[in-house]
T-cell receptor, first 115, second 109 residues
Framework: KAGVTQTPRYLIKTRGQQVTLSCSPI?????VSWYQQTPGQGLQFLFE???????NKGNFPGRFSGRQFSNSRSEMNVSTLELGDSALYLC??????????????FGPGTRLLVL | DAKTTQPNSMESNEEEPVHLPCNHS???????IHWYRQLPSQGPEYVIH???SNVNNRMASLAIAEDRKSSTLILHRATLRDAAVYYC??????????FGTGTRLQVTL
């Protein structure tokens, strides 16, 4: 079974631009969560989608948004990029949703650099 | 939000046991405790999880305190391949999927 895939793997943008990242979960998984990872900040939760509905949202500004499609693939969008948005963006999939004992399976991440 | 506290870093000699602690004082009765680790240049990977009882698998053991406000990940014989950042978290219906800053484990010969 293929793992979680994320595209693109690397991205360079300039301030003020917007970016869309994509995540394909493990086949059969219905939940996708997104995280931002920066040096010294650990994994910061962005949001969780289950069956096309956002279930949970972290403490990030409205510039960060996401969606999930009927095939469980998910995208996250960051508008009006700032230098501080430079980070590794990770997505993780589960069959169920948070609140269960299920394990998350992480993708390799998209490394975004904002210049 | 769920909050966990872990030491920033720990060191171990190869072939020695390692005990990685985690405090999760905001845990609720139905939250599961998960541990993940992140090897360099990779996304996190699952290590172990539990609810109340201690758990063992081929990678590690998980010891959960009686009040569930803390847990310890035990690597019985650390190897160089275990050098990673280890994260604990707890998830439940009322808690979001939050992770702390993790513990960076260094393993030396």
């Amino acid at each position: 079974k293929a793992g979680v895939t994320q595209t693109p793997r690397y991205l360079i943008k300039t301030r003020g631009q917007q970016v869309t990242l994509s995540c394909s979960p493990i086949s059969g998984h219905r939940s996708v969560s997104w995280y931002q990872q920066t040096p010294g900040q650990g994994l910061q939760f962005l949001f969780e989608y289950f069956s096309e509905t956002q279930r949970n949202k972290g403490n990030f500004p409205g510039r960060f948004s996401g969606r999930q499609f009927s095939n469980s693939r998910s995208e996250m969008n960051v508008s009006t990029l700032e230098l501080g948005d430079s980070a590794l963006y990770l997505c993780a999939s589960m069959f169920g949703y948070s609140g269960t004992q299920e394990t998350q399976y992480f993708g390799p991440g998209t490394r975004l650099l904002v210049l | 939000d769920a909050k966990t506290t872990q030491p920033n870093s720990m060191e171990s000699n190869e072939e020695e046991p390692v005990h990685l602690p985690c405090n999760h004082s905001t845990i609720s009765g139905t939250d599961y405790i998960h541990w993940y680790r992140q090897l360099p240049s990779q996304g996190p990977e699952y290590v172990i999880h539990g609810l109340t009882s201690n758990v063992n698998n081929r990678m590690a053991s998980l010891a959960i305190a009686e009040d569930r406000k803390s847990s310890t990940l035990i690597l019985h014989r650390a190897t160089l391949r275990d050098a990673a950042v280890y994260y604990c978290n707890h998830t439940g219906t009322a808690s979001k999927l939050t992770f702390g800053t993790g513990t960076r484990l260094q393993v030396t010969l």
